[in-house]
């Protein structure tokens, strides 16, 4: 583990860990009131992810922004040591042949003891990519970074993307801090007139892979 940082979130705290080689970033949504957890993209270092667990007990589910292995790789690990069931869209599920127990969708709620998280699907990145609101932050998987979208496959993986980000994360609130899969934090003001650039502008038509709004 490289960094651990907290946020207040209201009735929920966001705890992000820094693991594995890339590194990537795992979250832990945490109830103070009753000590009930999610974790959310175990990528790697199951260790350092359950010594800040402290009590497996706790550990209420296991969610997932999107199934790309570097999101995934302890998953088996802390799914044994806490028996916790994991949450996952159904398009990635298929795609990547990961056993969730019950499917993650647009505008479901999670409750972790007394807080909840609200999922939006945001396809692009993967089919099956998903976010995590809670009280006016979002944990956004590979869906979006500071300064333009997550990677995509194909021309019409990026489109997708477009589309699926200016109607879900840039409907919020700009004060809404999104919180990525890699790196640091950013706010849809941040990046609302930068996106809002990028669609007014001409592009090729096999745009795609690491893009930027500018």
């Given at each position: ?16 860990l820094?693991?594995?080689?890339w ?35 706790m ?16 998953l088996?690990?802390?799914r ?9 869209h159904?398009?990635?599920a298929?795609?990547f042949g990961?056993d ?9 709620e ?7 998280l609200?999922?939006a699907?945001?396809p ?18 590979d ?20 589309v699926?980000?200016g ?10 801090a ?32 690491d893009?930027?709004?500018?």
């Amino acid at each position: 583990m490289k960094t651990r940082k907290k946020a207040h979130t209201g009735k929920l705290e966001l705890q992000r860990l820094e693991v594995g080689p890339w590194p990537v970033n795992c979250y832990l949504v945490r109830c103070p009131e009753t000590g009930q957890l999610a974790v959310v993209d175990p990528g790697e270092d199951a260790d350092t992810i359950l010594s800040s667990v402290s009590d497996v007990g706790m550990v209420r589910c296991i969610l997932l922004t999107h199934a790309h292995p570097d999101h995934v790789g302890a998953l088996e690990a802390i799914r044994q040591a806490t028996a916790a069931p994991v949450g996952i869209h159904p398009a990635d599920a298929e795609v990547f042949g990961i056993d969730g127990d019950w499917p993650l969708l647009h505008g479901m709620e999670v409750i972790i003891g007394r807080g909840r998280l609200t999922i939006a699907h945001v396809p692009g990145h993967t089919l099956g990519s998903v976010c995590l609101r809670l009280n006016g932050q979002a944990i956004v998987g590979d869906a979006i970074f500071p300064g333009g979208p997550g990677h995509t496959d194909s021309p019409e993986a990026l489109a997708q993307c477009i589309v699926s980000l200016g109607q879900v994360v840039f409907s919020w609130p700009d004060g809404t801090a999104l919180y990525p899969g890699h790196g640091d934090s950013t706010t849809v003001g941040a990046e609302r007139a930068d996106f809002e650039r990028f669609l007014a502008a001409d592009h090729p038509a096999d745009l795609c892979g690491d893009v930027t709004w500018r």
